[in-house]
């Protein structure tokens, strides 16, 4: 199975920040990279697709990016509607297979 | 507008076997699949498997002995099935679209012991 090596795994940020988390690929998985938050008590929501396309209606404050294996999501300017997890998954291979997550707190 | 709903039984006893439905709207099972998602308390996200359009099935190889996912297109529901449940099942479990672009709202199932 494809391992996602996701970090950090908690994060505190001031509203302005720029943040960025980052999921690391055991093996290639092309841009085959999605992007989720999920706000406390909701279901997932996908954000990014294909490793660098914006879901629409999200803000464009949210990007995606790839360097090799390592993948990033960066919000440019954070807010507090921002708090969240977010979770990585690759779906280049079954079983599909997600990172462990990272909690995104406002300092 | 693509929608899927969860239902099934809160609370489950250990060793025995949970019974969730996937009921969706605003597409047909015989066009697109639909994932099985589930969620620990305070953990992450696991993908558990998915029935295709043709009706295949694949699984996660952790759960595959246990677990059975099936449909009936004409009510437009997915049905999973796991057995020999343990209390590390408790769960929010999330049934999705392939391309996990659309989700349902969860069904929480909690193991006892």
């Known amino acids: 199975d494809i391992q996602m090596t996701q970090s950090p795994s908690s994060l505190s940020a001031s509203l302005g920040d720029r943040v960025t988390i980052t999921c690391r690929a055991s093996q290639d998985i092309g841009n085959y990279l999605t992007w989720f938050q999920q706000k406390p008590g909701k279901s997932p929501r996908r954000m990014i697709y294909g490793a660098t396309n914006l879901e629409d209606g999200v803000p464009s404050r949210f990007s995606g990016s790839r360097s090799g294996s390592d993948y990033s999501l960066t919000i440019s300017s954070l807010e507090s509607e921002d708090v969240a997890d977010y979770h990585c998954l690759q779906s280049i291979q079954y079983p599909l297979t997600f990172g462990s997550g990272t909690k995104l707190e406002i300092k | 507008q693509v929608q899927l709903k969860e239902s099934g039984p809160v609370l489950v006893q250990a060793s025995e076997t949970l019974s969730l439905t996937c009921t969706v709207s605003g597409f047909s099972l015989t066009n697109y699949g639909v994932i099985w998602v589930r969620q620990p308390p305070g953990k992450g996200l696991e993908w558990m498997g998915i029935?295709?359009?043709?009706?295949?099935?694949d699984y996660n190889s952790a759960l595959k002995s246990r677990l059975s996912i099936n449909r009936d297109t004409s009510k437009s529901q997915v049905f999973l099935k796991m057995n020999s449940l343990q209390t590390d099942d408790t769960a929010i479990y999330y049934c999705t679209t392939p391309l996990m672009d659309a989700w349902g709202q969860g069904a929480s199932v909690t193991v006892s012991s």
């Open positions: 029935i295709w359009r043709n009706g295949n099935t």
